[in-house]
């Protein structure tokens, strides 16, 4: 059994669901279970349709809404001849269940209602994916995700219960694959105790595809993508970036951590846990090899660019010239936990320490604020930070040259550079 997950750009279009099932009848004799995303970019305009709604302009929350209504009939519409009115009155349950909710006055916390209206986007993607693919003869069996993925109520990024879950993938799924070769359902959603949807956070599709993947023990993942696999750097700024071939799991946490988009960064953990393997592949052209990450470490990787743009570095200076001691280090660190911050390098000196962290606003103000308590805060913003594993001196200088660099560290792994 193998899991695939296909992410919206591979359903975006007409031509690119056809491509999804030319892409599954190569595997007409494997079980599958078959994640897909919402189309396109329809998850970013139901954030949209959300942030309306919650502002009280239901009017606009509600053309926002049939914007998307019309883009997925007019898909199903293309694709679907015998099977559209079994489709069309499954997608209009989904359009009902959040026009009622638009007509409501928000009166919980924005990210119940996110949860509630974002969640259609893979609802939507697919059922219209899953009739089609019946219709050409791909049988399968759509399933709603949020029978099987259950949650806590943090909402936007909610936590999964593996144990409920890990009950309800058998119950559910087991016994379907005596009469279904592939098992359809949504990645990124879930849902309570008291069937209240929830999200797992953005790009959490890979994640569902890997918690799936984990509790059926499936012989691998793969993620198709619309590049060649892995790349040692986003070939849209380096035209030398390398498909990395083979991977290691720790590779690719290290990756993510630095703020590689490669793979949503909890991905991994369900996967190696269970020694799973991790295929990525193009789903423009299936027959490359793309990129395989498993436990084996690879050897003789490329230097492996990553570049965070928009970083702030939080100078913090003792206010009484006395040393930066245990005391300070441990209530900052504190502050850092309870503020839900991350930095992405620290610096630390005598008298004085230095933070760099993703520049959001209301983060930024709420961290200077408490940490003004103990030390005197300056706030430097704008900055770029990059990554180079396994670097060497050539690329690191010709990619700093002309730079004004605030702050270096280095092992012998891995180079970080802040600067302007
Ligand atoms: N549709 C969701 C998003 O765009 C989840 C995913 O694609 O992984 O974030
Ligand atoms: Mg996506």
Redesign the pocket.
């Known amino acids: 059994m193998k899991v695939f997950k296909f992410?919206?750009a591979s359903v975006n279009t007409v031509d690119r669901i056809q491509n999804v099932k030319q892409i599954l009848s190569l595997y007409a004799n494997e079980k599958l279970v078959v994640i897909i995303?919402?189309m396109g970019?329809?998850?970013?305009a139901l954030e949209k349709v959300a942030e309306a709604f919650y502002a009280g302009n239901k009017d606009e929350a509600l053309q926002l809404f049939t914007v998307i209504k019309n883009q997925h009939l007019n898909t199903a519409k293309y694709l679907l001849v015998t099977h559209y009115n079994a489709c069309y009155e499954q997608l209009n349950n989904f359009f009902t269940e959040v026009e009622w909710l638009l007509h409501d006055k928000p009166v919980r916390e924005y990210d119940y209602y996110y949860d509630q209206i974002?969640c259609v986007?893979?609802l939507l993607s697919t059922c219209i994916v899953s009739y089609f693919l019946n219709e050409e003869g791909i049988n399968n069996k759509w399933i709603d995700v949020r029978d099987i993925i259950r949650t806590d109520d943090n909402f936007r990024d909610a936590n999964i219960d593996w144990n409920v879950t890990e009950g309800k993938v058998k119950s559910m799924i087991d016994g379907l694959w005596s009469t279904n070769n592939i098992i359809l359902t949504q990645?990124?959603i879930g849902s309570t105790d008291e069937n209240e949807s929830t999200?797992l956070?953005?790009?959490?599709?890979?994640?569902?595809a890997a918690v799936f993947a984990n509790l059926l023990n499936a012989e691998s993942q793969t993620i198709w993508k619309d590049v060649e696999g892995v790349m040692s750097a986003d070939p849209k700024h380096f035209p030398d970036a390398q498909l990395m071939p083979e991977l290691s799991f720790d590779e690719v946490i290290e990756m993510a951590y630095y703020g590689a988009q490669v793979i949503?960064p909890k991905t991994i953990k369900p996967l190696q846990n269970k020694g799973i393997p991790l295929h990525v592949k193009c789903f423009l052209d299936p027959s490359l090899a793309g990129t395989i990450i498993s436990k084996k470490q690879a050897k003789h990787l490329p230097p492996v660019v990553i570049i965070k743009e928009k970083q702030a570095l939080i100078h913090l200076h003792s206010q009484d010239f006395s040393f930066v001691g245990e005391k300070p280090m441990s209530e900052l660190y504190k502050m850092l936990g309870e503020l839900n911050i991350k930095p992405n390098l620290i610096q630390t000196g005598a008298i004085s320490l230095q933070l760099c962290l993703d520049d959001r606003a209301e983060k930024i103000e709420q961290l200077a604020a408490a940490a003004s308590l103990i030390f005197d805060v300056q706030v430097e913003k704008n900055l770029s930070l990059l990554t180079i594993r396994h670097f060497n001196n050539e690329l690191l200088a010709k990619m700093t040259n002309d730079k004004q660099i605030i702050l270096k560290q280095q092992t012998p792994e891995t180079v970080q550079v802040l600067y302007k």
Do not use: I, L, P
């Open positions: 992410g919206g995303s919402a970019k329809t998850t970013n974002v986007g893979e990645g990124f999200t956070g953005r790009e959490g599709s890979d994640y569902t949503h």
